[in-house]
């Protein structure tokens, strides 16, 4: 009962190896389809989306505010599915989109060159690129956009709870190593794990709804009034925050809202600690 977030350069093996464990765990098997989700529920350009996410820092500067928002939602989606445990995510950043999880394994894999390659001209007409060079520049830009959004190196072994090297193991082997860390039980969701993802799902909500469109009141406070095309409820325990307007008061640490709906009525939510999911 774990959630499996496998981060690999391009044409690494990684969808080999998230459908290998899919079929061994039964569990669940994500990918991009996340990302029509969020650009769904949103009203998002899915192609924009998908540019905003892809798309070199370097080219696309100025629309670091839009990405930053782009990834509030999708990790909306993510967090929705990853609530249910038992998932594999071979997506975009799922060890940095899913932080403080516990049941969270995190699979870092490497693949040689000629791996690589044989991968992409398997999968892709390269019309006359080379593609090693394709490689290292895809690589180059995942880095930037890492190194920008979330300060860390996506390539430093201290991210990941198991690097596997596809040099001398294949794709059965990678696979085996991780089903047998999947059964460790420090990897299995309790009580207390299961919180965190709910708290996690919560903060994502509510920060994606935030989001959608801001417009600030006064000094250190702020309103925003959702654009979502369809009305959002979220519940923790007996508080519920509902689609409607929401007055942020932001601290260091916590962001509190005070809520109120036009559609049901509904008063009050709870002190979200959107500080430690998200910048401002």
Not at 59 to 73: A, E, I, M, P, S
Not at 156 to 167: A, G, I, K, M, Q
Not at 242 to 253: C, I, K, N, P, Q
Request: proline letters at 4%; a positive charge.
């Amino acid at each position: 009962m774990s959630i499996i977030a496998i981060s690999r350069g391009t044409y690494s093996g990684g969808t080999e190896l998230a459908t290998c464990l899919h079929r061994q765990l039964r569990y669940s098997l994500v990918s991009r389809e996340i990302v029509a989700e969020a650009a769904q529920t949103y009203g998002v350009s899915e192609t924009r989306l998908v540019e905003a996410l892809e798309t070199s820092p370097g080219l696309l500067g100025r629309f670091v505010h839009d990405r930053r928002r782009y990834l509030t939602f999708v990790r909306v989606a993510l967090c929705e599915r990853a609530a249910h445990d038992n998932m594999v995510y071979h997506g975009h950043a799922g060890h940095f989109l899913l932080p403080g999880i516990r049941h969270v394994i995190r699979v870092r894999l490497i693949a040689p060159m000629a791996f690589r390659i044989a991968k992409l001209r398997e999968r892709n007409d390269l019309e006359g690129q080379d593609p090693v060079a394709y490689i290292e520049r895809v690589d180059r830009e995942r880095a930037k956009w890492t190194g920008l959004l979330y300060g860390a190196d996506w390539q430093d072994p201290r991210l990941y709870d198991l690097t596997v090297n596809l040099e001398h193991v294949d794709i059965e082997g990678a696979c085996q190593s991780v089903v047998s860390l999947d059964s460790r039980p420090v990897f299995q969701a309790d009580e207390a794990s299961r919180q965190a993802m709910a708290d996690l799902l919560l903060a994502s909500r509510v920060a994606a709804t935030l989001a959608t469109r801001k417009s600030t009141s006064g000094p250190g406070r702020a309103t925003w009034r959702s654009k979502a095309r369809s009305p959002i409820r979220y519940s923790s325990g007996t508080s519920t925050v509902a689609h409607g307007r929401l007055t942020v008061w932001s601290t260091s640490a916590t962001a509190r809202a005070s809520c109120s709906s036009s559609t049901d009525g509904a008063r009050g939510c709870p002190q979200a600690p959107l500080g430690r999911y998200f910048s401002a």
